[in-house]
């Protein structure tokens, strides 16, 4: 049931029930007055009966009392007239006396009472002296009352047509009550949808008009509020500009105006931003932000909108079509961005990188992401290619993308299922031909696409934490296996593993920790592992935090092995200094050494180096019969390559220790490859 109809029945309730209680009590007081005036006419009449019959009651006329009594009983709702003399006895009467004849009760005053359905009046008639009789007078109370309810339905209209007039006005005050009812209603009913465009009518000055102000004065706060709340969801805060939700409006609205042109983004990064928060502070990085944001704005003037993504990304709207016309603008960005920075005293530098993808006409708001998202792509390239510079998208970024994606999903879940797997390569004493340790390589069992070398997936895997689950795996697997081969045997005790050891790794402090619990987990000294750096790697800086790990390193036992010798920057004082147990040549002086001059004699004077130093080198890449017997005849200590053996799962390698024979030490012999000699 609805509010009105419940107000509606519960106000008649109230009305009839009142309109119920003032009938009863008028309908009391009415038959109340109505008997108080007959009681008054009763005794008005017996006062004039008295006065008439005085004279002959004096003389004791019974004739003349007798025609006053006939002449007032014929009177009409008379029943009974008596004239009695002072000792009670009837002198005169006419009509009926009832059941009671006579006089009953009399006093000095006129006396009234009720027989039945009669009212009996009696009074004294007195002479000069004293009383000289009495009379009595009856009238029928039905006559009575027949007045008496004339007067009750004269009442009764007139309190049913007051009732009318009160419910009839009561309804129309409450209809329009109602109208201002039902539009609170139905306006909280469309705030409730979100629509605040509609208004209360105010009607009149009362309390419902009053409720109906205050209702469109919220409704014109929310609005206010709305429009600050939808400002403040598509601005960034710190530097004013539109974020991802203002520049989505703002294209979605350049599309409608120009839905036939086509428009261009360019995803722009800092580059070397992060020190500056770590360094300063991210006050000092806010700061930046600000400086970085008012400059991209002068730089693209009217050409276009910005809008900063978080962090240090920003995304440059261009009304334009050009490709060529978007990279010219992304690259006077980038060197706005790169002029040097004043903040207080210091001068800060840093730059940008930026992608650039075309938004095609008629875009609906999937194209606007996927436009997004090619210009992160993009961007992306970008660094990769040396940052500070800009490159335009291409599909084939994407799918190149893609590739990667799925690298890393399967190698994230390839850890759990153990299809990361050492690969083992033996390395040859020349000298001896004996096995003196191999190199552990990483090798990955994709279910789909085989075996895959580090060269095929390590360029796709950007997760650190990864990177060191699959390192920490394979590591595992090779430390178990070496200890394994020298209790059985098949190896010396002085054998080593060599495992490579990145840039990353180096500068962790908890390097040289984590591969002594790894050494003495399986029994193994730290001896029985050659860490293999880079020589770019530990060159770079002095202050190379590589390099602490590094000595950290050496004193706990580890042999260091210096590779891909020749291909970095390394200088012989450094190459002293670091206590280097072992250089590996790289593959490219080895191979065609013995066609290229040059190459030959860079290669014997490496091994100089080495022996003239203390320092054991070995030759990767060895490849020929010719390549070991050139090797020989300069002096290298050892090799690694095709020619002994190619690089052998784990069962593989142990198989291959136990074919091998000891190499015999007779004149026929030399020259032959360890490999021959295993056969």
């Known amino acids: 049931m609805s509010f009105r109809w419940k107000l509606t029945l519960l106000t008649t309730a109230i009305m009839l029930a009142a309109l119920a209680t003032i009938t009863y009590h008028f309908l009391l007081d009415l038959r109340k007055v109505a008997h108080d005036q007959n009681r008054t006419n009763i005794v008005l009449a017996l006062k004039f009966f008295e006065a008439a019959v005085q004279d002959p009651l004096q003389t004791v006329d019974r004739a003349e009392l007798t025609d006053l009594a006939d002449t007032l009983a014929a009177q009409g709702g008379v029943l009974f007239v008596g004239v009695y003399d002072a000792g009670g006895r009837e002198i005169a009467a006419a009509g009926d006396p009832g059941p009671t004849p006579g006089l009953t009760r009399i006093g000095p005053d006129p006396v009234v009472r009720f027989e039945g359905a009669r009212m009996v009046g009696t009074a004294r008639v007195r002479g000069i002296a004293r009383p000289i009789g009495a009379i009595r007078l009856d009238m029928s109370i039905a006559a009575v009352d027949k007045t008496t309810n004339h007067l009750i339905r ?12 009160v419910v009839t006005a009561f309804t129309l005050a409450l209809r329009r009550l109602m109208r201002g009812v039902d539009a609170l209603k139905q306006g909280a009913e469309r705030v409730t949808q979100g629509d605040l465009s509609g208004r209360v009518p105010v009607i009149g000055k009362d309390e419902i008009a009053a409720a109906a102000r205050c209702f469109n004065q919220m409704t014109e706060a929310l609005i206010r509020k709305r429009r600050a709340l939808e400002i403040q969801a598509s601005t960034d805060a710190l530097t004013g500009l539109p974020n991802r939700k203002g520049l989505n409006l703002h294209i979605e609205d350049a599309c409608e105006r120009s839905p036939d042109g086509d428009h261009v983004l360019i995803h722009l990064d800092l580059d070397n931003f992060k020190p500056i928060n770590d360094t300063l502070g991210h006050k000092a990085g806010d700061a930046v932000l600000r400086v970085v944001s008012r400059r991209i704005s002068d730089a693209i003037g009217r050409c276009g909108t910005v809008a900063r993504f978080g962090g240090d990304e920003f995304v440059v709207f261009c009304e334009m079509g050009s490709v060529a016309a978007a990279t010219r603008l992304s690259e006077r960005i980038i060197a706005a961005v790169s002029e040097p920075i004043r903040l207080g005293t210091a001068q800060l530098n840093i730059g940008a990188s930026a992608g650039i993808a075309l938004l095609p006409a008629g875009a609906d708001p999937r194209a606007v992401e996927a436009a997004i998202s090619n210009a992160d792509i993009a961007l992306y390239a970008a660094k990769a290619q040396g940052r500070g510079r800009a490159t335009v998208f291409d599909q084939g ?3 190149r993308l ?14 759990s299922r ?4 050492p690969y083992f390569q033996p390395q040859i004493d020349l000298a001896t031909g004996a096995v003196t340790g191999f190199e552990c390589l990483m090798r990955w069992n994709h279910p789909e696409f085989g075996l895959q070398t580090p060269e095929q997936f390590l360029c796709s895997l950007h997760d650190g934490a990864l990177l060191a689950a699959i390192d920490a795996e394979t590591r595992r697997q090779a430390c178990a296996w070496l200890a394994a081969e020298i209790a059985a045997g098949r190896l010396g005790a ?3 593993l060599g495992i490579n050891v990145t840039q990353s790794q180096l500068r962790d402090p908890n390097t040289a920790e984590a591969l002594l619990d790894l050494a003495f987990s399986h029994g193994l000294d730290p001896g029985n592992i050659a860490v293999e750096i880079l ?3 530990i060159f770079e800086r002095a202050d190379d935090p590589a390099l602490d790990t590094l000595q950290s ?7 260091i092995d210096l590779d891909d010798f020749g291909t970095g920057y390394s200088s012989l004082e450094k190459l002293v200094s670091l206590e280097v147990d072992r250089i590996k040549i790289d593959r490219t002086f080895v191979t065609g050494a013995r066609r290229d001059r040059n190459r030959r004699l860079v290669l014997e004077a490496v091994i100089g180096i080495g022996r003239a130093l203390g320092i054991e080198v070995l030759a990767e890449g060895v490849e020929t019969e010719a390549d070991l017997r050139l090797l020989k005849d300069l ?27 000891p190499a015999p030490d007779r004149e026929g012999d030399r020259g032959r490859t360890e490999l021959d000699r295993s056969a």
């Open 397 to 399: 970024m994407r799918i």
């Open 535 to 537: 020589e770019s790697v």
């Open 402 to 415: 893609e590739i990667e994606t799925r690298i890393l999903a399967d190698a994230t879940s390839g850890v």
């Open 635 to 661: 002096g290298c200590s050892s090799v690694q390559g095709y020619a002994i053996a190619r690089p052998m799962p784990a069962e593989a390698a142990s198989a291959w220790l136990a074919r091998r024979q």
């Open 553 to 559: 390193l050496e004193k706990a036992g580890f042999n």
């Open 494 to 496: 002085d054998a080593q």
């Open 154 to 165: 004269a009442g009764l209209t007139d309190v049913v047509l007051t009732a009318l007039a």
């Open 418 to 421: 153990g299809e990361f797997v």
